[in-house]
């Protein structure tokens, strides 16, 4: 084997090792210090799953809502305990996340997400059956609710 060849080969493990890395970063989670809640924020690169529809990843539930110049859609949704919600933004406009009343957002401290642009996403699992509702920080008319059973 020649030397081109062999810094082709390295060349090419190395540009797949970045894409295996960066693909894994996708379900990195943070803990809440508030409770045992998980959050991230991520840049979505892959097509997203339907909104309104729940998905299984890694025997993980998942429900997508899309955060739209318009509002939510679906603006309501109803999952089970311990389902991961995935908020993504096919927005123009910054989206912000915040729990009810505007503006204080004290009703669920831990749906204070906080804002994110068009192609991103941020998510929270619920991990505790209750009525959670929650609106656009920056555009409180925007308004959502998660219910879990």
């Given at each position: 084997?020649?030397?081109?060849?062999?810094?082709?080969?390295?060349?090419?493990?190395?540009i797949?090792?970045?894409?295996?890395?960066?693909?894994?970063?996708?379900?990195?989670?943070?803990?809440?210090?508030?409770?045992?809640?998980?959050?991230?924020?991520?840049?979505?690169?892959q097509?997203?799953?339907?909104?309104?529809?729940?998905?299984?990843?890694?025997?993980?539930?998942?429900?997508?809502?899309?955060?739209?110049?318009?509002?939510?859609?679906?603006?309501?949704?109803?999952?089970?305990?311990?389902?991961?919600?995935?908020?993504?933004s096919?927005?123009?406009?910054?989206?912000?996340?915040?729990?009810?009343?505007?503006?204080?957002?004290?009703?669920?401290?831990?749906?204070?997400?906080?804002?994110?642009?068009?192609?991103?996403?941020?998510?929270?699992?619920?991990?505790?059956?209750?009525?959670?509702?929650?609106?656009?920080?920056?555009?409180?008319?925007?308004?959502?609710?998660?219910?879990?059973?």
């Amino acid at each position: 084997m020649n030397n081109k060849t062999l810094v082709t080969i390295i060349v090419v493990l190395l540009i797949a090792g970045v894409v295996i890395v960066v693909g894994g970063s996708f379900f990195n989670k943070k803990t809440s210090p508030e409770s045992n809640t998980n959050t991230s924020t991520q840049q979505q690169t892959q097509q997203q799953p339907k909104a309104g529809e729940i998905t299984t990843v890694n025997n993980e539930k998942i429900m997508t809502i899309n955060a739209t110049d318009s509002g939510f859609e679906p603006n309501k949704v109803t999952i089970k305990t311990g389902t991961r919600v995935l908020w993504t933004s096919s927005s123009d406009k910054t989206v912000a996340i915040a729990s009810d009343d505007h503006p204080t957002h004290q009703k669920y401290p831990p749906l204070n997400l906080g804002g994110f642009e068009k192609g991103s996403s941020v998510q929270l699992v619920f991990d505790k059956p209750g009525t959670y509702t929650y609106h656009d920080h920056l555009n409180p008319n925007n308004k959502g609710t998660v219910v879990v059973e």
